[in-house]
């Protein structure tokens, strides 16, 4: 069984023998959720690549201590897989952030397209964009991630076209598209964009904006996904022709 893994805010420079202390939510999720005990083993990650492994030395009222006993820093994943998520309707857009950050994503980008059912606006923004947050950073613990992903605040069209102009490869997912994701050169450093529609659709200035920023037109098959799952199904597909997948 995998040993639990916990959020710490910094592990910059801590070294084996060292005590770190976990606080707040994560402490009480620790100590009154999964019950952990003196003596038990646990990890923790401050989500910047260090990870550490050790058992619990004392536990408190939303406090822990454990004792570090061994110590792993991974460098940061190449490519860099950045997710252009289109705002879908209900629940679907925690559902699209979880399994991006499963699949190894760096960055997941709320983008309001223009036939986004779902509008972020006011405390409706704060509230769904704080749902995003949590269900990555949730997500990334169960995923063992060393590095956790973030969750840009909403993106316009104009902010998305500026993404994709500074990438090393983007890629617009399109069931129109002509060329499919098979007949892409992949890198394999740098950061690849891949932005995923709405429900209703993407419209014709907003692929003729992306492509004439860099971005290619692609399609994944002669299956339509829907917004929730199109995206880590691009990603799986071009992380198997990295370096990341082999």
Do not use: C, N
Request: aromatic content about 2%; glycine content about 8%.
């Amino acid at each position: 069984m995998s040993l639990p893994v916990h959020l710490v805010p910094d592990l910059a420079g801590v070294a084996v023998g060292a005590q770190v202390t976990v606080e707040g939510d994560e402490a009480h999720h620790a100590v009154a959720v999964r019950r952990l005990r003196v003596g038990e083993q646990v990890v923790l990650t401050d989500g910047a690549g260090t990870t550490v492994q050790g058992p619990v030395a004392s536990t408190g009222k939303r406090v822990l201590a454990v004792t570090v006993e061994s110590v792993r820093r991974a460098a940061a994943p190449e490519p860099a897989l950045v997710a252009v998520q289109a705002i879908p309707k209900g629940d679907r857009g925690e559902l699209a952030v979880e399994v991006l950050t499963e699949v190894g994503v760096a960055e997941i980008v709320p983008w309001a397209a223009a036939r986004s059912v779902a509008v972020w606006k006011g405390e409706r923004a704060a509230r769904s964009l704080g749902r995003w947050r949590a269900t990555a950073r949730e997500a990334a613990k169960q995923a063992r991630r060393a590095w956790f992903p973030s969750v840009a605040e909403v993106a316009s069209t104009a902010d998305v076209a500026a993404l994709v102009s500074g990438a090393g490869l983007a890629v617009v997912l399109h069931e129109d598209a002509t060329a499919p994701m098979a007949a892409l050169d992949v890198p394999t450093t740098g950061r690849i964009v891949v932005v995923v529609g709405p429900e209703g659709g993407l419209t014709d200035e907003e692929v003729e904006a992306f492509v004439a920023a860099g971005a290619v037109s692609v399609r994944l098959g002669a299956e339509v996904l829907r917004t929730s799952t199109a995206g880590v199904a691009a990603v799986a597909a071009l992380l198997a022709r990295t370096p990341r997948w082999r």
